[in-house]
C-alpha cells in the first residue's frame, strides 16, 4: 500500500496499525521518492492468506469413498 505523507498525517494510527495487524509494509510517497514503514517482528506470509468460503475441508483419506454418481454424466450433451 502506498499513501501520501499528506494521507500519512491524517490518518496515522490507522495506517500504523494496518502495518502492525498485517506485516504488510506501508510505502510513502514523499518529493518523488518511497520511504517505506516496515513492522520489525515480521509475521508469517501465511498467517495474511484469507479464508475460502468455498474451501472444503476434511480428511484426504476420505476422497476414494466419496460417491459422485449423482454428480457425474456418463452421456456428454
Do not use: C, F
Amino acid at each position: 500500500m502506498a499513501v501520501t505523507a499528506s494521507q500519512l498525517r491524517q490518518d496515522i494510527y490507522r495506517l500504523l496499525d494496518a502495518v502492525v495487524d498485517t506485516g504488510i509494509p506501508l510505502e510513502i510517497e514523499r518529493k518523488g521518492r518511497r520511504l517505506r514503514i516496515v513492522a520489525v517482528e515480521t509475521r508469517s506470509k501465511l498467517d495474511n492468506i484469507k479464508g475460502d468460503p468455498n474451501l472444503i475441508t476434511g480428511d484426504p483419506g476420505d476422497l476414494p469413498d466419496i460417491h459422485w454418481d449423482q454428480y457425474w454424466n456418463p452421456d456428454p450433451l
